[in-house]
């Protein structure tokens, strides 16, 4: 393991752009890196370098660093469709708007991929350190941005969002909790959207401390 500080690792020996093994050694160095100094901090170039090959073979293989998260993270969809929808949506409707464009993803034929992946990291068998930084460094830091101001750098409202929906996930889709887990995404969005809109841009009873 390196130090947080996103310092580069020493270069191994030799390129092998193409060979076989390198996209199993593109998503090694990159478990690594991700799992180590997170999401901001790791570079595509600093990846290639740990894996011994190109650059440009990391985005033949996996497009940007975002889609070469969600493969580490095996998410079975790409994020950036539905942080599009959630990017366009109005602030004072960000709330409903999140959990009804997941909610979406985890009822679609891809749902039992992340499903999988949580019931994983509850197991002890994924590495809860990528979850927690795809969770907050990817999917969620867009619409931290959206909502920061000067005094509240929105941090503790986006980490509330979470605790939310990992809820609501494991009670709809992990444990089963009736009638949660059979609820119409309609009535769900319409008893918890509300709830995370208060997180997003309420009242959460303390000043959050900005960084």
Do not use: C
Request: hydrophobic content about 45%; charged content about 20%.
């Amino acid at each position: 393991m390196t130090a947080g500080n996103g310092a580069e690792r020493p270069a191994r020996t030799g390129r092998r752009p193409g060979q076989s093994g390198a996209r199993e050694a593109i998503l090694a160095a990159a478990r690594a890196r991700f799992a180590d100094i997170g999401f901001d901090k790791t570079s595509v170039r600093a990846v290639a370098t740990d894996a011994g090959v190109d650059p440009a073979l990391v985005h033949h293989y996996f497009g940007t660093k975002q889609q070469l998260f969600a493969a580490v993270v095996e998410l079975p969809v790409d994020p950036e469709a539905t942080l599009r929808v959630i990017e366009a949506a109005p602030l004072d409707r960000l709330g409903e708007t999140i959990l009804r464009t997941v909610v979406a993803v985890w009822d679609s034929p891809a749902g039992p991929g992340v499903v999988a992946m949580v019931r994983s990291v509850l197991a002890g068998s994924h590495d809860p350190s990528l979850a927690r930084a795809f969770l907050l460094e990817v999917v969620l830091e867009r619409v931290r941005r959206r909502i920061a101001t000067p005094q509240d750098d929105g941090r503790a409202r986006i980490s509330l969002v979470a605790s939310q929906m990992i809820g609501v996930l494991v009670g709809r889709k992990v444990i089963g909790v009736e009638p949660l887990a059979s609820m119409s995404a309609a009535d769900l969005v319409a008893a918890v959207g509300p709830t995370l809109q208060r997180y997003l841009t309420g009242d959460i009873g303390q000043e959050p401390v900005s960084r």
